[in-house]
């Protein structure tokens, strides 16, 4: 704001300036009434000075309450969003879903879903499972994969053929075109989902031991 006119005897403009870059509504009343009180008597201010510095502080007046405005329906929106992905995750529960990650739960109930997407054809997969330990406990390979989301279910052993223990695992996918070019693949996670937390990071959904953000779901489905 200007205030070159708000000037007077007793007024320092200089040091207000150094220390406020914006003015805010006491400051301005502050300065137009330091200035009425300072005003040389054989030159009074104008009153078309005057009631120019009213409209200026009701423009002042005016765009505080707008800021004011606009945060408090910042906030109520973000409180609104908030509670509503908290139901959205709510009723995730029991629902099948699909979640981009590298994380796979083996619990000893049945074969386990290991999913990826392939941007282009491949000839040849080869899938990698790991322990927590980062040992390579799996390595499943097969023929010719679509484009798209594909799924193989993995019975939950190792290359001998035994059961695994229970617990997370992770798995990554190596793919080649028919000329042997490498072909790019997104891993997920697909399950039933167990519970739901609701952390300082956001909204984690848990599939057995397994957890991740809401917002890597790319699919729901009831359960299987």
Same mark, same amino acid.
């Given at each position: 704001?200007?205030?070159?006119?708000?000037?007077?005897?007793?007024?320092?403009?200089?040091?207000?300036?150094?220390?406020?870059?914006?003015?805010?509504?006491?400051?301005?009343?502050?300065?137009?009434?330091?200035?009425?009180?300072?005003?040389?008597?054989?030159?009074?201010?104008?009153?078309?000075?005057?009631?120019?510095?009213?409209?200026?502080?009701?423009?002042?007046?005016?765009?505080?309450?707008?800021?004011?405005?606009?945060?408090?329906?910042?906030?109520?929106?973000?409180?609104?969003?908030?509670?509503?992905?908290?139901?959205?995750?709510?009723?995730?529960?029991?629902?099948?879903?699909?979640?981009?990650?590298?994380?796979?739960?083996?619990?000893?109930?049945?074969?386990?879903?290991?999913?990826?997407?392939?941007?282009?054809?491949?000839?040849?997969?080869?899938?990698?499972?790991?322990?927590?330990?980062?040992?390579?406990?799996?390595?499943?390979?097969?023929?010719?994969?679509?484009?798209?989301?594909?799924?193989?279910?993995?019975?939950?052993?190792?290359?001998? /053929?035994?059961? *695994?223990?229970? #617990?997370?695992?992770? $798995?990554?996918? %190596?793919?080649?075109?028919?000329?042997? @070019? =490498?072909?790019?693949?997104?891993?997920?996670?697909?399950?039933?989902?167990?519970?739901?937390?609701?952390?300082?990071? /956001?909204?984690? *959904?848990?599939? #057995?031991?397994?957890? $991740?953000?809401? %917002?890597?779901?790319?699919?729901?489905? @009831? =359960?299987?």
């Amino acid at each position: 704001m200007d205030i070159s006119g708000l000037t007077g005897p007793g007024i320092d403009t200089t040091s207000l300036s150094e220390t406020k870059s914006i003015l805010g509504k006491e400051d301005f009343l502050t300065l137009l009434v330091t200035q009425l009180s300072n005003q040389d008597p054989l030159n009074p201010l104008e009153g078309q000075e005057f009631a120019a510095q009213l409209a200026q502080f009701s423009s002042v007046e005016a765009l505080l309450n707008i800021e004011t405005a606009l945060e408090l329906n910042t906030e109520i929106n973000g409180l609104l969003a908030q509670s509503m992905n908290s139901g959205v995750a709510a009723g995730l529960i029991g629902k099948t879903v699909t979640a981009e990650s590298d994380h796979l739960f083996v619990n000893g109930e049945g074969t386990i879903p290991v999913t990826f997407d392939l941007a282009s054809p491949a000839a040849s997969t080869s899938i990698t499972i790991k322990n927590e330990a980062g040992l390579v406990v799996r390595t499943i390979t097969t023929g010719g994969q679509e484009r798209g989301m594909n799924t193989i279910d993995w019975d939950g052993t190792n290359d001998a /053929g035994e059961q *695994l223990p229970d #617990g997370n695992y992770t $798995f990554s996918v %190596s793919a080649t075109d028919l000329s042997g @070019e =490498a072909v790019r693949a997104t891993t997920f996670t697909r399950g039933k989902v167990d519970r739901v937390s609701f952390t300082a990071e /956001g909204i984690l *959904l848990w599939i #057995g031991d397994v957890s $991740f953000a809401m %917002s890597t779901v790319t699919s729901v489905a @009831e =359960a299987e």
